[in-house]
């Protein structure tokens, strides 16, 4: 089957992730459909797919805790496998026991998720932060990396870690007022405090100047921990550092289109204008990279 017939290629223009696509298309043909079959492995194992399921949330993790150490679908007859599923099919041979480790810590960061959620400070966030996103990044990384991982090359790591838990949080941010409604708050509970916010604020969808002057911290700091990986991109792999940075210039522009909007956290509604200039410009650099 050839890259462009791919049904994890096709999942992923179906879901709009036009930016992980691009991105991908700068490492070496070769690690592209590797790429998109990891995307769409973790579909049902982020954050938000996870807050919306309709199963049991503790039948879902165990059902995946399953796949996971015995190499098995459980599905009942009248269940379709899922993408995510035949995603893991096809990839569980890759996975070595440190990286099912590292898919383990997420799945049991998912756990700890279910019910209310509060960080008194920026460190408790951050922590669960690594372990979904960082997560995530970092056991995709092991896998598509594993040939160079093998030879010595690991500095690359770190960063994308970092990038992961970065882009899970503008991503969490998004639906602040949402995650509240939910008893939910990815924001810590020492920033509400120093901008003389509540979360009856938030629930509200109170705008203000307070909760503008929050929104401009928080999200300021979600740009500098997307910048983690642009500065330490030094010896990557061949495309990596191109990937990595064209990601972090993509969600960096989207935050500062919030920033410019004028959104707050505290509403439901936020407009991210697409930055076709970075597409456009990473598409017009693929057809030359293919042209040579």
């Not at 043909?29 to 954050?47: G, N, Q, R, Y």
Request: glycine fraction near 4%.
């Amino acid at each position: 089957m050839s890259n462009n017939h791919s049904p994890y290629l096709k999942f992923i223009k179906q879901e709009s992730s036009e930016a992980f696509y691009q991105a991908s298309l700068l490492l070496p043909e070769k690690k592209h459909l590797l790429t998109w079959a990891l995307f769409c492995f973790w579909s049902e194992l982020t954050p938000l797919s996870f807050f919306a399921l309709e199963d049991i949330p503790q039948r879902f993790l165990q059902k995946w805790k399953g796949k996971l150490f015995f190499g098995e679908i459980y599905n009942s007859s009248e269940e379709q496998t899922t993408i995510a599923e035949q995603a893991w099919i096809d990839l569980q041979g890759l996975f070595m026991p440190s990286t099912k480790q590292i898919v383990l810590d997420s799945l049991n960061s998912l756990e700890a998720s279910i019910g209310a959620m509060r960080f008194p400070t920026f460190g408790d966030l951050e922590f669960y932060l690594k372990n979904c996103g960082g997560s995530i990044a970092l056991a995709s990384a092991q896998i598509i990396f594993a040939e160079e991982i093998e030879k010595g090359s690991v500095e690359f790591l770190e960063p994308i870690y970092y990038l992961g838990a970065g882009l899970l949080w503008w991503k969490l941010l998004q639906r602040t007022a949402f995650w509240v409604e939910q008893g939910k708050l990815f924001i810590p509970l020492e920033d509400l405090a120093s901008f003389n916010c509540c979360e009856e604020d938030l629930l509200a969808q109170v705008e203000s100047r307070q909760i503008a002057d929050l929104t401009k911290f928080e999200l300021q700091k979600a740009i500098e921990s997307l910048k983690f990986a642009k500065k330490n991109a030094n010896a990557y792999p061949k495309g990596l550092k191109e990937a990595l940075t064209f990601l972090s210039n993509y969600f960096t522009e989207e935050i500062q289109s919030a920033l410019r909007s004028g959104w707050q956290l505290s509403s439901k509604e936020i407009s991210l204008k697409k930055s076709n200039w970075f597409i456009n410009g990473i598409t017009n650099l693929h057809k030359k990279s293919l042209a040579k």
